[in-house]
């Protein structure tokens, strides 16, 4: 099946990072379904480069960017790659993030925090940046949080500590820009089927405890569903919030006193 011509996301052009799998590549397949040209970045070359040729093959125009969300310099280049090749950008997904391995906070040292920090917060700070420059009249940025934005688990500062800030990101930004007519908003995802959650699924098997209100694990399409309505105009109205998608585990972070 080709791309919708007449979908919601028709002539829009959004760049999606971390879109070499998992929840990146999921929202970028929905982008491109729903009409949208894709720009795709990971440090995966094979990966984004065979989900382009697929996203191509829709009708829509996909391109791949290798890029390494910690280095200065390489977010530079893809940001001015997406303008030469885009001419301008309608939707961005500050989607990259890296969940270190858990440890206690005086275990970290600076190679784990400058890990998490500099690709899950200050990586999103500068893209939506020069991602605005690229908006002219409007649009969106997304930022993926987490609902590790709001509790704390042992082993985990860095990642806790960088996806609270971008709630408080998504909210200075979407301040900031309203009256240019840029939307910011974010998702927190609770636990979905990826790669990345793996270690913490492990973790909640171990000691028998379910892992959501809902029992059971979310899908990386039901993330992707809920941002291609976000960045739509049907959402036109909403700036500044980060959303939940996560079986309602917020309901119930912290009852468990000692964890
Ligand atoms: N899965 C969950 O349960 C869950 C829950 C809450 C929040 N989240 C958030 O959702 C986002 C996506 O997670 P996921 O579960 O889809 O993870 P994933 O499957 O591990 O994918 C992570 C993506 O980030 C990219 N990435 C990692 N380090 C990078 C770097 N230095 N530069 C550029 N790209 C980099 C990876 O591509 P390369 O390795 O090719 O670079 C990959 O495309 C993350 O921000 C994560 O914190 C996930």
Known sequence: MGADETGPLAGKRALVTGASRGIGAAIARRFAEQGADVALAARSTGAIDALAEELGELGVRALAVRADMTDRESLRALMER???????????????????????????????????IGLNLSAPWYLA??????????????????????????????????????????????????????????????????????????????RGVPVNPMRRVGADHEVADLVAFLVSDRAAYITGVTVPIDGGELLTAGSEPGR
């Open 82 to 116: 997406v303008g030469h090749e885009f001419g301008g950008l309608d939707i961005l997904v500050n989607n990259a993030g890296v969940l270190p391995q858990a440890k206690l906070a005086e275990e970290h040292d600076w190679a784990d925090w400058d890990a998490a």
């Open 129 to 206: 940046c020069r991602a605005k420059e690229l908006m002219g009249d409007g649009g969106v940025v997304v930022n993926n949080a987490s609902t590790a934005s709001y509790y704390p688990s042992r082993g985990l500062v860095a990642y806790n500590v960088s996806k609270s800030a971008m709630v408080m990101l998504t909210r200075v930004l979407a301040l900031e820009w309203a009256r240019d007519g840029v939307r910011v908003v974010g998702v927190a995802p609770g636990k979905i089927e990826t790669d990345l959650v793996q270690p913490i699924l492990r973790w909640t098997e171990k």
